[in-house]
C-alpha cells in the first residue's frame, strides 16, 4: 500500500489544486460556453433532446451526418456531464467551474500514481512528486480548467489515467504500491482480464469525452512493450526469444543442485510465456482500437464541415511546402507552450502566427528543430542499451516522448484539417508527458539517473539513495518553477471570469486577431463604448475584409447612433464580400439592410431585398412584416 507521506502529499496537491483555480468560480460562460451549454438543446432540455438524440449529436448540438453539421466533434459523456450539472443547478456557472476545479485535482491525483508506473526503477516517489508539481501548477491548463468547455479534456484525461492504472493491474503492476517490481524476469506470464477489459472500456470513454482520448491506447501499448517487458524497442521480439544478459550471466553460476533438473523442468522454465501473453495483449488492444476509431469515423461520414480562413490560415496555403511548414510551426508554437507558458490567448486565429511562405523564412529552423529533437529521442529511446540505468533512463524517455506527442497528433494538422491555430486546452494531457520528463531531467542533473549501482544496490536490486541534500536541491529546482507558474497561472484565472477581459488580455498578447477585435467589440455598449467599439470592429476588417459577422455588427452600430446610410453601405459590403460565418448570417443582413432602406424612405429597393431575405427564410415574421409594411406604403396589395 502507499505511503502516509504519498497519500499525504497528493492530498496537498489535490488542495493546492483547487486554491489555483477557486478564481474561476466565480467566472461566467465565456466564448465558446456558451455555444456549447447555453444554446445548446442537449444541455438545456432534456425533455426535447432524450438521450437517444444527444448520443447522435455532436458536441455543440447539431445533428452528425448531415451536411450542415458545424463541427466533427462527437462528445457525449462531455454533454451528459452538462446535461446533469443543469438538471442540478440550471445555468449556475458556479457548479459548471465547481465541477472543472474538482475534476482537475481528481487528475492532479492520479498522475501522481501513474507516473510512478512509468519510472519502477528509480526512486519514482520523488520524482513523481517533482512532475505532479509541476502539473498541477502549469499555466497552459488555465483555458481547459477555467473554461467549461474544457472539461472535454479534463475528463479524457481522467479516463485515460485510469485506463493506464488499470492496464498496469492487468500486467501484475500496482500504482498503489509502496514497492516496486523492478526485475527484468518479472514479466507477466498471465494477463488479469477483468483490468484489462476495464482498462480498455475507459478508453473508449476517454474517446466519448473527446476525440483525442483513444489515443492512450497507443500509449498503453508502449508502456506495455517498454516498461512491463522492459524490451529493448529496436528488436523487441528478437531480443525476447532469448534470455537477458543479466540471465545468462547468472545461469553460468548455477549451483550443482540446479544443474541436475530435469530436462523438463529446465525448458519449462525458459519457455517464454510472457511473450505470448504480450502478443496477445498487444494484438487485442490494436483489434479493439482499430474498432473504435472506424465506429467513431463512421459517425462524421456524411459531415462537410468547411474551415474557413480566419479559423485556420494553413488550411487555405495553395502551395503544399507553405501548408505544410505553417502546419509545422503552428506545432512549433504548441511545444513552447509547454515549456514556456508565457505568452497565452483564448483563441489565435487569423494572422495571430503569420502564415510561412517561403523556405527562406526564418522560423522554419525551429520547425527543423523541433523534428530534430523529436527524432533525437525516439532514436536515443529505442537503440541498445549498455548497462541497466541507460535502459531505464532511455525507457523512461520513451514514455514521455508518447505520452507528450501521441495524444496531440490528431491535433496536429497533418492528418485532418483542425478548426484552429493554437489551442491550449489541447495540451492538458501533453503537458503529462513532458513534465515527467522535466522532473527527470532535474533529477538526473542533481541526483543523477545513469551513476553506477553498488554491490549491495544490485543485490537489493535498488539503486543507489539520493542523499538529502541532493533532495532538498531537487525539491528548491522544482518549487522555484512551480511557485512561477503559480503565480502566472492564478493571474490567468481571472482573465477567464468574463468575456470582456478574456478578450481584451487576447489583444495585448495577439494585436493581429482579428477575431478577438471582433469579439471585444461585442463585449462594448453601442452608445456609451462608440468610438472603441467602431474601431475594434472596422480593425477586424482591416486584417480579414471577409469577415462577414463583423460587417454585420458594424452596420448595427452605425444604426445605433443614426447612422443609418453608413449602416446600409456596411451591410451592402458584407454582402459582397463577407462570408457565411458565426454571427454573419446573411438573411439577417439581408433584413437589416430592407429595414434600413425601409426607415430611409427608399421602399422599392427595401422591397427588394425584402423579397431575397424571404427566399432564404420564407416564414421568418420579420420578413414578412417588412413586405406588408413596404407594399402599404408603396400603395400595393
Known sequence: MATLLEVSFCATLALLSVWLYSGSLQGDFVFDDRVAIEENKDVTSPKERPLSILFNNNFWGDTLGVPWARHHSYRPITVLSFRWTHMLFGLNTYYYHLGNVILNAVVVVLYFWVCRLFIPRYNSSLISAGATLLFATHSVHVEAVAGIVGRADLLASLFGLIAIIFYARSCNRHAFSSTMNIKEEHRPPKVNW????????????????????????????????????????????????????????????????????????????????????????????????????????????????????????????????????????????????????????????????????????????????????????????????????????????????????????????????????????????????????????????????????SSESKKSNKLEKYSYGEAFMYLAFILAISAALTLKTVERNQDWNTEQQLYKTALDVLPGNCRMHHNYATTLDDIKDYKAKKFHLEKALELWDEYGAAYTNLGVVYAKNSKLEDAVRVWKDGIKKGRNVVGGDKPITLTNIATGLKNLGKLKEALEYYELARQHRPNEPRVLNGIQEVRQRLGRT
Open 194 to 453: 477483468a483490468y484489462f477489459f476495464l482498462a480498455v472500456f475507459c478508453c473508449g470513454l476517454a474517446m466519448l469525452c473527446k476525440e483525442t482520448g483513444i489515443c492512450i491506447t497507443a500509449v498503453l501499448a508502449l508502456y506495455d512493450l517498454n516498461v512491463v517487458c522492459n524490451l529493448d524497442l529496436l528488436s523487441p521480439f528478437l531480443s525476447a526469444s532469448e534470455k537477458p544478459k543479466e540471465e545468462t550471466q547468472k545461469s553460468t553460476k548455477k549451483n550443482k543442485s540446479e544443474a541436475k533438473a530435469s530436462a523438463k523442468d529446465r525448458a519449462k522454465a525458459t519457455k517464454p510465456d510472457w511473450l505470448y501473453a504480450l502478443i496477445f495483449r498487444l494484438v487485442l488492444l490494436v483489434c479493439i482500437t482499430t474498432s473504435l476509431l472506424i465506429w467513431r469515423f463512421s459517425k462524421n461520414k456524411d459531415d462537410k464541415v468547411e474551415v474557413d480562413w480566419s479559423t485556420n490560415p494553413a488550411n487555405h496555403q495553395k502551395e503544399t511546402f507553405s501548408r505544410l511548414m505553417t502546419k509545422m510551426y503552428y506545432n512549433v508554437w504548441h511545444a513552447w507552450l509547454l515549456i514556456w507558458p508565457e505568452k497565452l490567448s483564448a483563441d489565435w486565429a487569423c494572422q495571430s502566427i503569420p502564415v510561412v511562405e517561403s523556405i527562406e523564412d526564418g522560423r522554419n529552423i525551429w520547425s527543423i528543430l523541433l523534428l530534430l529533437i523529436l527524432s533525437a529521442s525516439v532514436v536515443y529511446g529505442i537503440l541498445p542499451s549498455h548497462s541497466t540505468s541507460n535502459k531505464n533512463w532511455k525507457s523512461l524517455i520513451i514514455m514521455c516522448t508518447a505520452w507528450t506527442v501521441i495524444p496531440f497528433l490528431p491535433s496536429c494538422g497533418f492528418f485532418l484539417d483542425v478548426g484552429f491555430v493554437v489551442a491550449e486546452r489541447l495540451l492538458y494531457t501533453p503537458s503529462q508527458g513532458i513534465c515527467l520528463l522535466a522532473a527527470a531531467i532535474i533529477y538526473d542533473i542533481v541526483v543523477g539517473l545513469e551513476k553506477e549501482e
